[in-house]
């Protein structure tokens, strides 16, 4: 089954502790995406991917940092998570960039206190 | 910039009745535009979207959506609303001028269809 997968789903941490985020998907597209989503505020991308080792920030990107190393993972990494960045994360992929339709994972709920 | 407006934060219908979510957009060149759907405790799912071609644009599950050009919108439409089609929507665009650059997502409609 063709899907996008993200783990864990929820995630309650303190200030100040590293955490990543995994995403992995099975259909080898070459573009994967970061969101986050704020009640009124919609969703917003945090980083991209375009290919294998090519990233580049969205609209949100401080406090978060990425890595493409194999096609199939995106891991978003909180090098020092802090109560602002509280929200639901969806990491999406298409086949090639954004113009294309995209393909979400269920989602982690984070929770920083 | 691009920008994408929802001007409505809920739209409630009896369902058997007409619906239609609103979207406008701005950008610079061409755009694409999709349209999402997100039930509860789930991630996105695609409707649609338009690249070019016919302005009225086939989706899934019933809706459809029209490309204004001229009143720079892409209205989610549906002729005969579900209970079942109750759920956050999301209108999203993309500058085809500006390669690579983040897909440009609404802040969302609720859609509330009674029985």
């Known amino acids: 089954e063709a899907q996008v997968t993200q783990n864990p789903r929820y995630l309650i941490t303190v200030t100040g502790k590293k955490l990543t985020v995994t995403c992995s998907q099975n259909?080898?597209?070459?573009?994967m995406s970061w969101y986050r989503q704020d009640p009124g505020l919609g969703l917003r991308q945090i980083y991209y991917?375009?290919?294998?080792?090519?990233?580049d920030k969205g609209d949100v990107p401080e406090g978060y940092k990425v890595s493409r190393k194999e096609k199939r993972n995106f891991p978003l990494i909180l090098e020092s998570p802090s109560p602002n960045q509280t929200s639901l994360y969806f990491c999406?992929?298409?086949?090639?960039?954004?113009?294309?339709?995209?393909?979400f994972g269920p989602g982690t709920r984070l929770t920083v206190t | 910039a691009q920008s994408v407006a929802q001007p409505e934060d809920q739209v409630n219908v009896a369902e058997g009745n007409p619906l239609t979510v609103k979207c406008t957009y701005s950008?610079?060149?061409?755009?694409?535009l999709f349209w999402y759907v997100q039930y509860p405790n789930r991630g996105l799912q695609f409707l649609l979207k338009?690249?070019?071609?016919?302005?009225l644009v086939k989706g899934s599950y019933g809706f459809e959506a029209e490309f204004n050009k001229s009143q720079t919108s892409f209205h989610l439409k549906k002729p005969s609303a579900l209970v079942s089609d109750s759920a956050l929507y999301f209108c999203?665009?993309?500058?085809?001028?500006?390669?690579?650059?983040?897909?440009?997502f609404g802040k969302g409609t609720t859609l509330s269809v009674s029985s």
């Open positions: 999406a992929s298409s086949l090639q960039g954004s113009s294309y339709e995209q393909y």
């Open positions: 259909m080898n597209h070459e573009y």
């Open positions: 991917s375009m290919n294998v080792e090519v990233t």
């Open positions: 950008v610079s060149g061409n755009p694409y």
């Open positions: 338009y690249i070019t071609g016919d302005n």
């Open positions: 999203a665009v993309r500058d085809d001028h500006q390669a690579g650059t983040a897909l440009i």
